[in-house]
């Protein structure tokens, strides 16, 4: 009963988790920290997933996975029109997607999950890198990330009730970036644009 009502929220919050990095992006019209190849791979991933539950007769999992998609999708649209370098975010992504598909007609869906698990990890890990080289990451959405964090838990409830390792490891790998993430933005937001660290001084 519970795990119902935790994938219930999960889902809600799936659907929700990437509003307020859009709106964000939107309101601030910078994309300063927030990786286009994140959003790609997003995409790419979420798409693999879906396939995987479809595989695994998960079906309350699939409305989640759809809007999440489309969230990435979204994300990904809104930073190239911000004039965020997305060159190598297409390739990149084409290249996992490749991956990922060989992985699962060579390996079966076994491997395809427990790959899927771990490979939100290769998702964030554009995202995380950008936020830590970026000097004042403003474009970051605390919101998202603490969306994801809950989500995650949600998520990771939900595949040790039903046994699946894939949604576990998921849950640690989504929980571990939101954190990192949360701590960069939460360490860095207080900081002076560059401008104004080298503007000359006012006698």
Do not use: C
């Not at 999960?10 to 190849?37: H, W």
């Not at 809104?78 to 390996?107: F, K, M, N, Y």
């Not at 970036?177 to 000359?200: C, F, K, N, V, W």
């Amino acid at each position: 009963m519970f795990a119902n009502i935790a994938i219930i929220a999960a889902t809600l919050l799936a659907a929700s988790a990437l509003v307020p990095q859009v709106v964000k992006l939107l309101r601030t019209g910078t994309p300063d920290g927030v990786s286009a190849t994140w959003a790609a791979f997003g995409v790419v991933t979420n798409v693999a997933w879906a396939v995987y539950l479809i595989s695994q007769a998960l079906w309350l999992t699939l409305p989640a996975v759809v809007m999440v998609v489309t969230g990435y999708w979204v994300t990904f649209a809104v930073l190239r029109r911000l004039g965020a370098g997305i060159g190598s975010s297409i390739p990149l992504g084409a290249g996992w997607a490749i991956t990922l598909a060989a992985i699962g007609a060579l390996g079966g869906w076994t491997v395809l999950g427990t790959v899927l698990g771990f490979s939100y990890g290769v998702q964030v890990a554009p995202g995380v890198w950008t936020a830590y080289r970026t000097y004042r990451p403003i474009g970051i959405s605390p919101g998202t990330w603490w969306i994801v964090l809950v989500e995650g838990l949600l998520w990771g409830y939900y595949g040790w009730y039903h046994g699946d390792a894939p949604l576990m490891i998921f849950a640690v790998v989504a929980a571990v970036a939101s954190i990192a993430m949360l701590a960069r933005y939460g360490a860095t937001r207080r900081r002076l644009p560059d401008d104004e660290l080298t503007a000359p001084a006012v006698a």
